[in-house]
């Protein structure tokens, strides 16, 4: 008898992680949801507890090898097959390409960009082993377009959407679906956990009073933003497509910016962008 798919999430202790672990478990995938802080767990046990869903809470910072390779080891050794691999986990730095330091721009990719790496490193084995499996790479909108003031989060994810297209090409062979995910503005706290580069606190910055602008133009796409279970829906599609696309924007602004940006004259979108960003 067939055996429930077997899922692992990173970063699923909030927001689109926690959204889509909820949905595939309510859907009869058995879902490893790890994090990196098991304190932060408590809410997604509860809803555990109350339905009875299949979810299995394990530790995961994919900043650290030992603790992706351990916590990979734990789910196959359980479960015997890893079947979709969703890299979830990531976090916001905002600030002025001039006011971030090198190490902030390092941090932000060791957890967006290498953290997704080290996971789909130690997951691949078990994969090819099994001549299947799924990998769905949370990007951004702002993977394929930048906006100011984000510039380490920009980078970070237009790296993951390059990386992500080369796997799709290698895997293949082994029956291995990629999958990238473009989200717009989602309603999850995301932009409450985002981090200010230090340089970009100082009162003085010449970037200030843009910087304002920009992040009052962007609270007010915020109020319009679509739910997190909107992205998990998505997710379940294009895992139980047979053939699914490379990437899903998620979101009227991400489907409706996309475009525009793909089809629209270079000069024409940027004067369009710098207006709707008040700079």
Do not use: C
Not at 58 to 85: N, P
Not at 215 to 233: H, Y
Not at 245 to 252: D, F, I, N, S, T
């Amino acid at each position: 008898m067939r055996m429930n798919p077997i899922a692992l999430i990173t970063g699923s202790n909030s927001g689109i992680g926690f959204a889509t672990a909820v949905y595939l478990a309510r859907r009869g995938y058995t879902v490893w949801a790890t994090m990196r802080n098991l304190h932060k767990a408590e809410k997604l046990r509860q809803i555990i507890e109350s339905e009875k869903l299949p979810i299995e809470i394990a530790q995961l910072d994919v900043r650290e090898d030992s603790s992706v390779k351990q916590a990979v080891a734990q789910i196959v050794q359980k479960s015997g097959r890893i079947d979709v691999l969703i890299n979830n986990a990531g976090y916001g730095l905002r600030g002025a390409v001039e006011e971030v330091s090198l190490d902030e721009w390092k941090e932000q990719f060791e957890t967006n960009f290498f953290g997704a790496i080290r996971v789909i490193q130690a997951v691949l084995p078990q994969m090819r082993a099994q001549h299947s499996g799924a990998i769905v790479n949370i990007s951004s909108v702002l993977g394929r377009l930048a906006i100011p003031f984000s510039g380490p989060y920009v980078s970070s994810k237009f790296a993951l959407e390059g990386m992500t297209e080369a796997l799709r090409y290698e895997l293949a062979p082994w029956n291995i679906k990629v999958i990238l995910i473009e989200p717009g503005f989602i309603a999850t706290r995301f932009q409450e956990n985002a981090q200010l580069a230090h340089g970009a606190q100082r009162q003085d910055s010449p970037y200030a009073i843009f910087k304002r602008a920009s992040g009052r133009r962007v609270q007010s796409n915020i109020s319009r933003a679509a739910p997190p279970e909107r992205v998990a829906e998505t997710i379940y599609r294009a895992i139980t497509h047979p053939n699914p696309k490379l990437r899903y924007p998620v979101g009227r602004d991400a489907r409706f910016v996309l475009p525009l940006r793909r089809f629209s004259p270079e000069g024409l979108f940027e004067r369009i962008l710098m207006k709707q960003l008040g700079l």
